[in-house]
């Protein structure tokens, strides 16, 4: 399940939680505690399981697209299309905004 997250400080805790269990691909403290501090002015989503959060995405707006700025998805649950499911939320949400692409 997809949610939108708009609580700085649940985006934060989000972001924190999630990257501390990815240690192969987020293994800088300052980089983690950055970029838990940045997903603060981001659009932040969310994937759930059996109200778990497993994964999350968290975009910036710019004036013709949005970027992902940072993602993860606990390793046990890679490879089960859920980025892909995160990333085409994010690409219909910026096609109601009016946004020509994404960028990563």
């Not at 800088?28 to 994937?47: H, S, W």
């Not at 778990?52 to 975009?59: L, V």
């Not at 993860?72 to 946004?99: C, S, T």
Request: aromatic share 12%; with cysteine; hydrophobic share 40%.
């Amino acid at each position: 399940m997809i949610k939108i997250i708009t609580n700085n400080k649940e985006k934060s805790e989000i972001c924190l939680k999630i990257l501390k269990k990815l240690p192969k691909w987020f293994g800088i403290e300052q980089a983690i505690l950055d970029y838990c501090e940045e997903v603060k002015l981001c659009y932040f989503v969310t994937y759930e399981i059996d109200n778990k959060i497993i994964g999350f995405i968290a975009i910036k707006e710019n004036p013709v697209s949005y970027d992902i700025h940072v993602m993860g998805i606990l390793e046990e649950f890679h490879r089960q299309g859920i980025g892909y499911k995160l990333i085409k939320f994010v690409e219909e949400y910026a096609k109601m905004e009016k946004k020509k692409y994404t960028t990563l």
